[in-house]
């Protein structure tokens, strides 16, 4: 596998060429990256305040940038394309963007690999070979991985579709640790292999193995050692969520929703705390990342199910309670994510059938608008927020900016993107450093959405 390198474009001059240099970083399956850069009419504006997106669902893992100064309405023909990338290979996996690198997944012939870009321009930096491309044994979203790389500072952790996880260098690829988990720890496979993002909090790395006696496992960052293994009742699989860590009258835990309920583990061990059944669809596809506030989890599937809201509490032996304050089937979410702003929680209501983006009151679960009944103008998809803007990407790709209001539907622009691949648009919308990054298969797309 050798390493492509691209060119810049001078001002107004767009062109599409390949050149080969860079070191070899694995096996010897050769690939070739072209790199189409628009350049932007003009600089960025110093309003902006940019922020990386280091994770699964930014910095915070709430799906929330902390970008300031962005572009407010879009023309018609939407934010200026920055730059343009082709050749990533095959998957859903959304990128990660940290200290002027951008990081995904992809499977490139028969390899399962992770690759790095510089955040600038799109120009490759290094692709490195996890191991053999594993094939999902079931359609759709056969074509890679749909992990995000989590990059914490000099490292980066990754979670490949057979369950093997591992470190790399940021700054060349190279592999620090990997460990297996379905020959470690007894891992069993999904029905569409593992999806899970790592969580990378303090010293460890968390992932979701699903063995009959290891449902969550702590790895040490540094080495891959286990720390700790944490067995729920049960032996829930693993699904397709990611965990998120929380803090709970001055404990943390790690919550993740597996294939039978959502649940809470402690940081410090991995002692079971709580489990919440509700939400999990009877078919174990849970996809989507819960959400925490002030001591209130919200989690939701579809397939017919939807999402509830609980309230931890301490209960007389010290222990955790999860206490329902409401379950509702108008928010059947898929694997779109949800946005929790102002009171008022975004997210697509729907599953394969197709869905539509609805607001509910998140205290309360009433229903506060729906586009299925108010205009159709907001298909199933995913969701992000920056800068008091949702940013939607529908399944079918047109990419929607909306105004979050409680009391109706506020779009503020819309465009398609060029290229689309003929697969579902699943990968979620990136906002990082004054761009919106869009992945589509083995096509990212950077847009300008700086404020000039």
């Known amino acids: 596998m050798t390493q492509p390198n691209s060119t810049r474009v001078p001002p107004g001059d767009i062109s599409r060429r390949k050149q080969h240099s860079g070191n070899l970083q694995a096996g ?36 929330m940038s902390r970008e300031r100064g962005l572009l407010q309405e879009w023309t018609p023909e939407g934010p200026p394309l920055a730059w343009k990338v082709d050749g990533l290979g095959g ?7 940290a200290d002027g690198r951008i990081f995904g997944m992809a499977h490139r ?35 890679g991985p749909g992990a995000t790389p989590t990059v914490d500072g000099e490292l980066l952790y990754v979670m490949g579709l057979a369950g093997n996880v591992a470190c790399l260098q940021v700054r ?9 988990l379905q020959d470690d720890l007894g891992a069993r496979l999904p029905a569409w292999s593992f999806r899970e993002s790592p969580l990378v909090d303090d010293d460890k790395v968390i992932v979701t193995p699903g063995s009959e006696d290891v449902t969550l496992v702590a790895l040490d960052k540094g080495t891959g050692a286990t720390l700790w293994r944490s067995q729920v009742p049960g032996g829930p699989k693993a699904a397709y969520s990611s965990a998120i860590a929380i803090e709970f009258d001055g404990q943390r835990q790690y919550v993740q929703f597996t294939e039978k309920a959502v649940v809470g583990v402690a940081a410090s061990d991995g002692e079971f705390l709580w489990r919440y059944d509700a939400p999990a669809n009877s078919h174990g596809i849970n996809i989507s990342t819960p959400l925490h506030d002030r001591g209130r989890v919200f989690a939701a599937s579809a397939y017919g199910t939807g999402g509830g809201l609980v309230r931890l509490v301490r209960n007389a032996g010290g222990g955790v309670d999860a206490e329902e304050v409401y379950f509702t089937k108008d928010m059947k979410n898929h694997h779109g994510g949800m946005i929790l702003f102002d009171g008022s ?31 159709r103008h907001a298909p199933k998809g995913s969701v992000a927020f920056a800068d008091g803007r949702l940013y939607y990407r529908t399944e079918e790709g047109p990419m929607l900016l909306i105004e979050p209001d409680a009391e109706q539907y506020l779009e503020r622009g819309r465009f398609e993107q060029p290229d689309r691949s003929d697969k579902p648009a699943w990968p979620h919308p990136v906002i990082a450093n004054g761009k919106l990054y869009l992945r589509d298969q083995d096509v990212l797309l950077a847009y300008d959405i700086v404020a000039k």
């Open 28 to 63: 010897n399956a050769r690939w070739a990256l072209a790199v189409l850069i628009v350049v932007a009419a003009s600089a960025w504006g110093g309003a902006a305040a940019g922020d990386d997106w280091p994770q699964w669902q930014g910095p915070d893992r709430n799906a």
């Open 91 to 97: 998957g859903d996996s959304t990128p990660s963007i």
């Open 109 to 143: 012939d028969d390899d399962e690999v992770v690759w790095a870009l510089s955040e600038m321009d799109g120009r490759p930096l290094w692709v490195t070979r996890l191991g053999p491309a594993s094939r999902s044994g079931r359609e759709p979203s056969q074509e």
């Open 172 to 180: 060349d690829g190279t592999i620090v640790w990997q460990r297996r």
């Open 345 to 375: 929680l975004y997210g697509a209501n729907g599953g394969n059938s197709g869905g539509f983006l609805v607001a509910l009151d998140f205290a309360t679960g009433e229903v506060q608008w729906n586009q299925r009944r108010d205009g």
